[in-house]
């Protein structure tokens, strides 16, 4: 017998080289073939491979020849090897598709006109691509549980569940709380819950984010809008200090959703549901004209006028320590540049309080404790400008102290409570609040100037770990709004000095100067780029920019859009 | 003789003129007088600029863009087949061959075949519609100079086609018939024996125009000898269709590339020879008959089958399969949300419209809206023209000139 020939030395040392669809692949032993292939611009199609989770192998769909095996095999599981002649496109391949694009509709219900993931359903566009064929089906499809309430934010439809498992993989291996689990065999197979618990993870929505067709579904967005309406701008979450990267879903003036999207420093592709829900007081509650009064005599004010009657009140107090000036870390880098330069140079403010959202939970992946995306940057920023940064405590005993007469405060977000400082805020003489929303602050306020958000400005924030992270505007400032920075840019003209800085940009090129964490920061080349739109919906922009479905005149009260 | 006064002085109002002014002197200055764009021997809304000294056209200006809807564009933004009622309004007296030409364009550049139904069905809307626009076009020349019998007996057998059409689409004028990959509906029960009912009805109201108009003496007068482009200059301007051929040129797409099934059907071509109003005149009064040959034979010879093809990523599928399979109502909404997936690529087809050929330069860059669209309207070479059939001829024979060579505001000005 003779012994086995020799292996060839591999073509390229320490690679493995192959042809996909004849084109050369020279990869790193290991590489998953899907992932190869994209680099040569071939597009195996697949349901159960996901680049963050293990392989399972179980929905067919990427099955491809090779030249090593006499049958198919599937292209998420087979290593690359050296000379394997890969083909994707061959007439058994199509077939291959062809059938298991059947197969996995044979019982899926014909529900694409109420799924909340036509537009973005992995089936339908399998179908059109590979199997385009007629239905052969002649007998009764499978009935299953349609709304099966797995969790506080997921509900399962278990007919339109292709079993790719990756929901189940994705609770094992990524959120590390297997709640979710394959049941039965054979045609009774399906996904579902242990009994007697719940989907309850701080990671459940990400599993319909990951999954393929429309089977996971999302509590919170489901029958509210179709995908196709939405457009889609790069942002970032500001549930907590983590900064996960999202796109941020929306119409009109009106986000819809947040989305991971991939950032392999930071939440790779997943994002938690408490961020995953952070989105909403971009919509409620918000404040959108400036309101000049406290309580029940406030009045719509201009925001010229505003600006003036501020300055007009601020002015007398500055560089006393009777003007207090809250600082809130929900606000961008570029908005606490702007703003403590104004307290600075105009106020004569050497020390600042930090606001902010009160702290929450921690949890054992992403979110953390500070709920609020940009204590970070506050802090550079403070020391960069040369401000003095005390904790909010201290502001809450000076004003019940009574050595403060005015505050002056950059975003409306208080970290806490305390018995007695309604009643403190009472006495004092001059309270001005840029707010995003409604709240205790701007309530007890002389005057409430409309902030904007992050989904309606550019900018950018400083992440707990320390990574300034660029943001997109969604869609333009709602109402009578406008960014922190612009109010502050406003305030300081109406106190007579020339204020330059026109833009975002223009601020934090400005600011940065001081602050030497940000000298190094290229703020143009960061940014995400817009055309990145994955399930953007397959509505273009308009010729002039604008989103579709954008009034100049807010967004109309459409029921179920 | 006084200064010729410029176009741009002419158009200056002084609403106080000095006394001069007012005074007439008999060495004549130059006039210039707008036709349009509210005229009505200026069929939509064209307006022409013309210079007179006396009453002879020195320049002949047409001025265009009254009806421009930004066409092009527009088409840019929708998916393959909502460019089809954009398609309507370009010559909207006979819409089916619009539709049908931008269909084929699209068919050939995904490198399809329809099913041969749907070729027939095709010819016979196409010709139909041609004998329709010539109707109309003969019967204005006639109302236009003075003759308005004529008109009535045109319109009133273009009406029964238009009955016809609107059996077949639904639709009097904005017809959006056919889709990609065929048609979206069969012909209706009983159409055929109506149509031919109709031919022969049209037949006899087409040969009364005839017979009130081209032995007509006023009219021969104002149209023989009028409106004269060389052969040289027609092509030089680009003059497609009965235009071209009343020149003496021999060119019709549907001989010289034969589309549909054009190449199965008997049908001569006219030819004229002087290039004058009247030879235009009368290669429509000849079209008028040799539609009528092509429409009876195709009705005769039209077979049997389906009129779209059965391609799912081109045709949506039939209703049952869309309300009732999973499969069906995933390529219909496909099709619908993201519109057919044309090969990246580009490709001018034309086909012979009414007046000349119509052409279309299409881009894809593979998606489901058209990368570009760009349409060559007959009626633009010819309206180019139109300076050079008139300039040292008298006013009046602009009328008659502007009637033959049937300019369209709507697939001229887009």
Known sequence: MSPPPAKAPPKHQGFVTCTIDGAEVIARPGTNMIEAAKHVGVEIPYYCYHPRLTIAANCRMCLVEVSNSPKLVPACQTPLSEGLAVKTNTPVVKESHRSVMEFLLLNHPVDCAICDQAGECKLQDYYMQHDFRPSRLDDRKLLRNKRKVLGPLVVLDQERCILCTRCVRFMDEVAKEPQLGVFERGSQERIDIFPGSSLDSNYSGNTVDICPVGALLNRDFRFRARAWFLSTSPSICTGCSRGCNTFIDFFGQETYRYRPRENEEINKSWLCDQGRLSYKYLNRDRVLVPTLGRGQDAQETSAAEAANWASQKLKPLANTPELAVLASPVASNEDLIACLSFVKQILGVSRIHAGGRPAGEADHYLMTADKNPNRRGLEWIANGLGLELKPFEDLVSAIEAGSVKALYAIGAELPAHPPGFEASLKRLEVVVVQAINQGMLSAYADLVLPASPHSEDEGSFTNVDGFIQRFRPAYPTRGGSQPHWKWSADLARAAGLAWTASSAREVFREGAKQIPQFASYDWDASAPPAHLRPGGGPLPAAADGRPPGYREWGTPRVRGI | ?414
């Open chain 2, 1 to 414: 003789m006084a200064e010729p006064l410029s176009p741009e002085a002419a158009d200056a109002y002084d609403p106080n003129p000095p006394e001069s002014e007012l005074e007439a002197h008999l060495p004549t200055k130059r006039m210039v007088v707008n036709l349009g764009p509210s005229h009505p021997a200026m069929h939509g809304t064209v307006r022409m600029k013309v210079e007179l000294e006396g009453e002879t056209i020195i320049r002949a200006d047409p001025e265009i863009g009254f009806l421009h809807r930004g066409f092009q564009k527009s088409c840019e933004n929708v998916t393959w087949t909502q460019c089809l009622p954009y398609t309507d309004r370009l010559n909207y007296v006979s819409a089916l061959m619009n539709n049908f030409g931008f269909l084929s364009a699209v068919e050939k550049l995904i490198g399809i075949d329809i099913p041969e139904r749907a070729k027939y069905i095709r010819v016979i809307g196409s010709e139909l519609h041609r004998i329709a626009d010539h109707l109309t076009c003969v019967g204005a020349i006639g109302l236009e100079l003075g003759g308005f019998s004529a008109f009535l007996y045109g319109i009133e057998a273009r009406e029964l086609i238009v009955d016809r059409i609107t059996e077949l689409t639904g639709a009097r004028l904005t017809t959006s018939f056919g889709r990609v990959g065929g048609l979206e509906r069969d012909l209706p029960e009983g159409w055929v024996a109506k149509v031919l009912k109709t031919l022969d009805k049209v037949e006899t109201l087409a040969s009364e125009v005839d017979a009130l108009l081209t032995r007509n003496r006023i009219f021969v007068d104002r149209m023989k000898g009028t409106g004269v482009i060389t052969a040289l200059d027609a092509m030089d301007f680009g003059f497609t269709g009965p235009c071209l051929r009343a020149c003496g040129i021999n060119y019709d797409v549907r001989k010289a590339h034969p589309y549909w099934v054009y190449d199965q059907l008997n049908f001569d071509v006219p030819i004229g020879e002087n290039g004058d109003n009247f030879d235009r005149y009368l290669m429509r009064i000849e079209e008028i008959k040799q539609s009528h040959r092509i429409v009876r034979q195709a009705l005769q010879q039209i077979p049997e089958g389906p009129v779209i093809l059965n391609d799912w990523r081109i045709a949506l599928p039939p209703k049952s399969e869309v309300y009732g399979t999973i499969e069906g109502v995933m390529a219909h909404f496909k099709l619908i949300m993201e519109g057919i997936h044309v090969p990246a690529g580009e490709l001018y087809h034309s086909t012979e419209a009414a007046n000349g050929e119509l052409g279309w330069y299409l881009v894809s860059d593979g998606g489901g809206r058209p990368y570009k669209v760009h349409v060559r309207p007959p009626g633009f070479a010819i309206l180019s023209g139109i300076a050079r059939m008139v300039e040292g001829r008298m006013l009046a024979d602009l009328i008659p000139t502007f009637d033959t060579i049937n300019m369209i505001g709507g697939e001229v000005e887009q």
